[in-house]
C-alpha cells in the first residue's frame, strides 16, 4: 500500500494598516514577543515585527491568523529558524 503524507498549506497574507495595526495569516506559532518586537513563524519564513508598544490582540493559532496593535517600525521576513528547534513559545508551554 502506497502511503501518501498529505500537508496542508495555509495561506499566507500581511496587511498593515496605518503603521498601527498588522493582521497575518499563516501564522504557525509565536516564538516570543514583547513591547518592542514580536517573532513568529509562519510556511512562508519567519517574522519578526518590530515596533514600540506592541501588543497581541487577537492570536488564533488553528485558524493561523494573528492582529498586532502598536507603534509600527518594521515587518521584516527571515529564512533562518528563530526558535532553535525547540519549538515556539506557546508549543513550549503547553507540552
Given at each position: ?5 498529505v ?66 517600525y ?22
Amino acid at each position: 500500500m502506497d502511503e501518501r503524507k498529505v500537508t496542508r498549506v495555509r495561506a499566507h497574507s500581511v496587511f498593515v494598516e496605518n503603521r498601527e495595526k498588522v493582521t497575518i495569516t499563516g501564522v504557525d506559532d509565536v516564538d516570543s514577543f514583547n513591547e518592542e518586537e514580536v517573532l513568529l513563524i509562519t510556511e512562508a519564513g519567519d517574522i519578526t515585527i518590530a515596533g514600540e508598544g506592541l501588543h497581541i490582540a487577537k492570536l488564533n493559532l488553528d485558524d493561523g491568523q494573528l492582529i498586532v496593535e502598536g507603534y509600527l517600525y518594521a515587518v521584516e521576513y527571515s529564512d533562518g529558524d528563530t526558535s532553535s528547534g525547540k519549538g515556539g513559545l506557546f508549543s513550549r508551554l503547553f507540552k
